[in-house]
């Protein structure tokens, strides 16, 4: 899944948050998205764990902008 966010300062503290929750992320070459995948989950499982991580840390970050890019 790719996860593509407004402001390049918050790409690391997603990362962070993301790898801490056992996902595998690491930045793409547009250096303001990430890509992840959850490692013991595939398919619409895998979307569903990375959309309520994603939902929970930007609880923290409410003025974050971010776009899941299909």
């Not at 790719?2 to 993301?18: A, C, E, G, Y």
């Not at 070459?29 to 490692?39: F, H, K, P, Q």
Request: glycine share 6%; net charge negative; with cysteine.
């Amino acid at each position: 899944m790719k996860i593509r966010l407004d402001d390049p300062n918050h790409v690391s503290d997603l990362l962070t948050f993301l790898r801490t929750q056992g996902c595998i992320a690491y930045l793409t070459d547009d250096l303001n998205a990430i890509e992840v995948i959850r490692a013991h989950e595939f398919g619409d499982g895998e979307e569903r764990e990375i959309t309520a991580l994603l939902l929970t840390w930007r609880g923290d970050h409410p003025d974050v902008a971010v776009d899941v890019v299909p």
